[in-house]
């Protein structure tokens, strides 16, 4: 059975930091393309940032220099290091595994919220 399961979202200050982390199973990890998405409440999901099998990464607009996406393909995780957040940045974030394929699995994702 395949899981991703987020964990270390929560409550934090502007200008604080969190590091989200997804651990995956039932899936050959290290050929995934992995990946973290947010949705904000009335809003559509969007892409925050990716990572080949390679090690190759993308980012958002409104997260580069801020956030820092990586992988431990020894552990089966995925990481999202958030610096310098914003009232903007809060949403649900969920993890994303793209295989070779084409097939898309989704974590249930975990709440990010940020004060100002």
């Known amino acids: 059975q395949v899981q991703l399961v987020e964990s270390g979202g929560g409550l934090v200050q502007g200008g604080g930091s969190l590091r989200l982390s997804c651990a995956a199973s039932g899936i050959i990890f290290s050929i995934n393309k992995m990946g973290w998405y947010r949705q904000a409440p009335g809003k559509q999901r969007e892409l925050v940032a990716t990572?080949?099998?390679?090690?190759?990464?993308n980012y958002a607009d409104s997260v580069k220099g801020r956030f820092a996406i990586s992988r431990d393909n020894a552990k089966n995780t995925v990481f999202l290091q958030m610096n310098s957040l914003k009232p903007e940045d809060t949403a649900v974030y969920y993890c994303?595994?793209?295989?070779?394929?084409?097939?898309?699995?989704w974590g249930h994702g975990t709440q990010v919220t940020v004060s100002s």
């Open positions: 990572i080949t099998s390679g090690g190759n990464t």
């Open positions: 994303n595994a793209n295989s070779p394929s084409g097939t898309v699995r």
